[in-house]
């Protein structure tokens, strides 16, 4: 299946892939009976191509997707895309960051006010762990944008993980469809040490990633220090974006930073977030596996050309 992809068409085609060509050559399973559930997760379709040389426009041959659950093939039921499956969107910022977040706040409000149509937005703040919903879900952007305040940027950083993770419930309350985190913060859980493996390993993070995961929310983050971070080592700055990077790619996101300091400016993450969010769809399947636990996710393309972002697996109970 051929695809051409461009800045604003994405969000009509990448898949084209009509249910006809999906995966129906994998094992077949009775959903009538009870050794299956249905499991949806969020993925984004690239070229490897076009990851590396970020172009704007590309031809895509996806061929047919593949879902594995812990080796084993699953059977695709759908894959919706923008057209009909509105973005739920929730941006929550560290109030720890330090002032020069407040330079972006006129950029972020136009990212938001330039969404498409139909998608809802919500807006919160994370201070110690504790989540302050500014405005609520809302398919007015124009509200949304306005919601938007200045930090006054602390020390302390206690790390965004708790916050992220309450703010998952607020999922509950909106139709099936996609979903997405962007996560402004420096990603260093402060209250568990400033070791790397205190934060990549914290039960914050790790019930952040899992609740995340349950809920087929795609975390994206974005680095920006606090005092602790900026002033810090740069030691410290690596152990908050390893734990941010976590975070975004065992949920199927992806994270940006301008090395170990304050981004200058937001727009080449705005700019590249538009193109993930038109690329992004979900996908539902079959799962064989009814065991409580972990379980790992594979989704792959028979082009090998193809890249597909996607959690890295979900917890089943």
Not at 146 to 171: C, H, K, R, W
Not at 179 to 203: C, F, W
Request: charged share 20%; hydrophobic share 35%; net charge positive.
């Amino acid at each position: 299946m051929r695809m051409r992809i461009g800045p604003k068409a994405t969000r009509f085609l990448i898949f084209a892939i009509a249910l006809s060509s999906v995966v129906y050559s994998q094992k077949t399973v009775d959903r009538n009976k009870q050794n299956v559930h249905t499991v949806t997760i969020p993925i984004s379709i690239f070229t490897k191509k076009e990851l590396r040389k970020d172009q704007a426009e590309e031809f895509i041959q996806i061929d047919r997707l593949v879902v594995k659950e812990d080796h084993d093939d699953q059977t695709i039921l759908s894959v919706r895309s923008v057209s009909n499956s509105p973005l739920s969107l929730a941006i929550l910022i560290q109030e720890d960051v330090t002032q020069e977040f407040n330079l972006q706040l006129r950029d972020l409000a136009r990212f938001i006010n330039a969404l498409p149509r139909g998608t809802r937005v919500m807006v919160g703040y994370i201070r110690g762990g504790t989540l302050r919903v500014k405005q609520r879900f809302t398919d007015n952007l124009e509200k949304a944008a306005a919601a938007m305040q200045i930090v006054a940027g602390t020390q302390s950083a206690n790390g965004p993980y708790d916050g992220v993770a309450e703010a998952t419930n607020l999922f509950d309350s909106l139709p099936n469809g996609r979903r997405a985190i962007l996560l402004v913060s420096d990603g260093l859980e402060g209250s568990r040490g400033t070791d790397t493996a205190d934060t990549l390993n914290s039960p914050e993070l790790e019930r952040a990633i899992l609740r995340a995961q349950r809920k087929s929310i795609a975390v994206y983050s974005v680095y920006s220090p606090t005092g602790l971070t900026q002033n810090g080592s740069s030691f410290l700055a690596n152990s908050g974006q390893s734990a941010l990077a976590k975070l975004s790619d065992e949920t199927g996101g992806r994270t940006f930073y301008q090395g170990t300091i304050a981004p200058v400016s937001f727009l080449p993450f705005f700019k590249s977030l538009d193109m993930l969010f038109e690329r992004q769809f979900v996908l539902t399947y079959l799962s064989t596996h009814m065991n409580k636990g972990y379980h790992r996710i594979e989704v792959t393309s028979t082009n090998p050309e193809v890249k597909i972002e996607h959690p890295k697996g979900y917890y089943y109970r």
